[in-house]
């Protein structure tokens, strides 16, 4: 029993000194493994929540997005397959509602958009069919109510508004919408439209320079006016002025291994969630202040089993808990916060 005690023992000081190594002495090799330590002993801020959803055989086909009404307590998972609904909604403590079918070829990304006098949901439809090439609006029943885009044909005009694989969207609390146009194809570009379609600004070259993309995949805004985009093909996460659309900059230095293929803000505000889809792992990032991109710091990791393949995710507004759609394990799982990290929030 001593002996155990004596192996384990020189076993942490081993570990102690090359940590303390590498980080002085800049072993390369040492710095590698120091990194693993370091990163496998970051701040566990979510759980997985086992039980979500209570019916998961619901889930018939490829999952490629997820969305929340925190209004409603609804859930919206949009999956690809033949001859199965494209749309599921679930309650967030993962009751089956019902789903949905119309008018969906291709499903990439879906966004919820409701306010006290209208739930909407939008899905970004990437299908070669006859609705394909197109985002659009439905009431909360599957109802279609809004088409932008032409139907079936892709392209690169603004007048009329045409898509070419339109990735995904976010609607803010004016009503103004943000397209990112560019899972693959011809345009490479994000538009803000207002609440009645007017175009206001777009940046809209492929390339790697600022305002520049390639494959711009997610969308969102935070409470500081500021528009992140999920730039993967290039690597990088870029931010813009929500009403000006000026650059403000660019994070790539937490993404050297693949690039983002989803961001979303915690409702505090102090998190920056992201998935890397072939790493099947979901990072948070801390937030800037205002005034300041700065550099990107992970605070924490969620790594999933391999093969997983987060596609793109959403984060509830009153509970905090992520939902993340993932493609390869065909289904969506739930991740909610520690409560010692997040004691504001409602938890079911």
């Known amino acids: 029993m001593a002996r155990f005690w004596v192996v384990l023992a020189g076993a942490g000081f081993f ?19 120091a990194f693993q330590v370091s990163w496998r002993t970051k701040e566990i801020l979510y759980r997985l929540d086992v039980g979500w959803p209570n019916h998961p055989e619901y889930f018939t086909g490829a999952t490629f997005s997820v969305a929340v009404d925190s209004l409603s307590g609804s859930v919206y998972v949009a999956q690809r397959g033949d001859n199965i609904p494209k749309v599921l909604v679930f309650t967030e403590d993962g009751y089956f509602l019902r789903s949905w079918n119309y008018t969906v070829d291709t499903p990439h990304g879906i966004f919820a958009a409701s306010t006290l006098h209208e739930q909407s949901v939008w899905i970004t439809d990437v299908g ?66 207002s609440q009645d379609f007017m175009m206001l600004w777009l940046h809209g070259e492929r390339g790697t320079g600022p305002a520049q993309f390639n494959i711009p995949h997610s969308v969102t805004v935070d409470s500081a006016g500021r528009v992140w985009v999920a730039d993967r093909g290039n690597k990088r996460i870029q931010v813009f002025d929500k009403d000006t659309g000026e650059w403000l900059g660019a994070w790539n230095s937490c993404f050297t291994e693949e690039g983002p293929s989803s961001v979303r803000f915690t409702p505090d505000g102090k998190y920056v969630i992201v998935a890397q889809l072939n790493l099947s792992r979901v990072l948070l990032v801390a937030a800037p202040p205002v005034g300041s991109i700065g550099k990107c710091s992970v605070i924490s990791t969620i790594q999933l089993a391999d093969e997983v393949l987060p596609h793109l995710l959403d984060v509830s507004g ?16 739930k991740y909610v916060p520690m409560e010692s990290y997040f004691p504001s929030f409602t938890y079911s």
């Open 128 to 193: 070669s069919g006859s609705y394909g090439h197109t985002i659009k609006k439905y009431n909360s029943f599957g109802d279609l109510v809004q088409v932008l885009g032409t139907p079936g044909k892709k392209g690169t005009s603004l007048n009329p508004l045409q898509f070419d694989n339109p990735a995904e969207l976010y609607v803010d609390d004016m009503g103004d919408i943000y397209i990112v146009d560019g899972d693959g194809g011809l345009n490479n570009r994000l538009i803000k439209l």
């Open 15 to 33: 570990l102690a000194f090359l940590v303390l190594h590498s980080r002085f002495c800049g072993s390369p090799i040492l710095r590698k493994f």
């Open 318 to 333: 009153k509970t905090g808990a992520i939902y993340v759609a993932e493609i390869g394990a065909k289904q969506v799982q």
